[in-house]
């Protein structure tokens, strides 16, 4: 082997290398960029075959289950989610062995800003046996509201039906509550017993 086709052969094998450690450096810092958004969107905790009750001076206020339940909080708006559904009754002191119910195929819940979400075939039962079914709903605690944009078919005790085509929004114990664009059938017999 000749001196000149030796430095070539070193020159090819030093390049080589060279090529090697700039591709090895450059994933290195691609991969380290890639992770610092990603490594905090990951669940804090996570609740199999949840079943929570809360309480408010021993009287038990809501009842949830869920197959799963996530909770992030170590990004900037931390929430708690529920992705393959959530099952709650709430209860009302007024009408303790009657509760409300609330079903829906996925939940979110940003605790700190006291905003709730449902969505996914949400059913919502009253205290007072009205039974709600819309795709979703959202509930802004702070200001005691509940709204949504999607069609709400109501059912009232007595039978009757409503529906809200472009929404509605309501008061969160739905002791009032405004739909945009209704119509529906009322019980006749119950109108004029009220006018009697």
Do not use: H
Not at 88 to 94: E, Y
Not at 107 to 127: L, S
Not at 164 to 180: L, V
């Amino acid at each position: 082997m000749s001196l000149t086709s030796k430095i070539k052969f070193k020159n090819i094998a030093y390049l080589l290398s060279c090529a090697i450690f700039f591709i090895i450096t450059s994933c290195e810092e691609d991969l380290t960029k890639g992770n610092d958004n990603k490594n905090k969107n990951f669940p804090s905790q996570i609740i199999n075959n949840a079943n929570i009750i809360q309480r408010d001076s021993g009287f038990v206020t809501l009842k949830a289950k869920a197959p799963i339940i996530e909770k992030y909080e170590l990004i900037d708006s931390p929430y708690i989610v529920a992705r393959k559904g959530i099952d709650i009754q709430f209860f009302d002191k007024k009408k303790p062995k009657t509760p409300g119910k609330i079903t829906a195929k996925y939940a979110r819940i940003f605790e700190y800003k006291k905003f709730y979400e449902a969505k996914g075939n949400v059913r919502i039962t009253t205290n007072e046996g009205q039974r709600f079914a819309m795709q979703s709903i959202y509930w802004d605690q702070k200001k005691n509201r509940i709204y949504t944009r999607d069609t709400v078919f109501v059912t009232m005790e007595d039978g009757s039906t409503l529906i809200g085509a472009n929404g509605m929004t309501a008061k969160d114990d739905f002791s009032e509550y405004t739909f945009f664009n209704s119509s529906g059938d009322i019980n006749s017999k119950k109108l004029s017993e009220n006018q009697k």
